[in-house]
């Protein structure tokens, strides 16, 4: 499967972005889809990620409450809704898909398969 995110860009704080994940290939209702992020000089983290029915969601610390991730596997494609935006959300921002739908999808290690990243940068 090949990924490409989108929707990235420069938001004032407290604003929103929709992230857009779309992918090919017939089988992505088989992956599960996870989102991460790097910030400049810091390790990639966790933020959110949906497993392949779309049943079970999951979200950083950071995330919960105020990011939300949804799947239209017609489309083909992974949505990460990000409200109440700050400044430390700023990064770039990277899906990824598990073939396996494991129940560890907070890990890294689980996905097979990255996108590349979308920028985004949240003013203060």
């Known amino acids: 499967v090949q990924l490409q995110a989108s929707g990235g860009g420069l938001v004032q704080a407290g604003g929103s972005l929709r992230l857009a994940c779309a992918a090919s290939?017939?089988?992505?209702?088989?992956?599960?889809i996870g989102w991460f992020r790097q910030a400049p000089g810091k390790e990639r983290e966790f933020v959110a990620a949906?497993?392949?029915?779309?049943?079970?969601?999951y979200y950083a610390d950071s995330a919960k409450g105020r990011f939300h991730i949804s799947r239209d596997n017609a489309k083909t494609t992974v949505y990460l809704l990000m409200n109440s935006l700050k400044p430390e959300d700023t990064a770039a921002y990277y899906c990824?898909?598990?073939?396996?739908?494991?129940?560890?999808?907070?890990?890294?290690?689980?996905?097979?398969?990255w996108g590349q990243g979308t920028l985004v940068t949240v003013s203060s």
């Open positions: 990824a898909a598990d073939p396996d739908d494991s129940t560890w999808l907070w890990n890294e290690y689980e996905y097979d398969y």
């Open positions: 290939g017939r089988t992505f209702s088989s992956y599960a």
């Open positions: 949906i497993n392949r029915s779309g049943s079970g969601l």
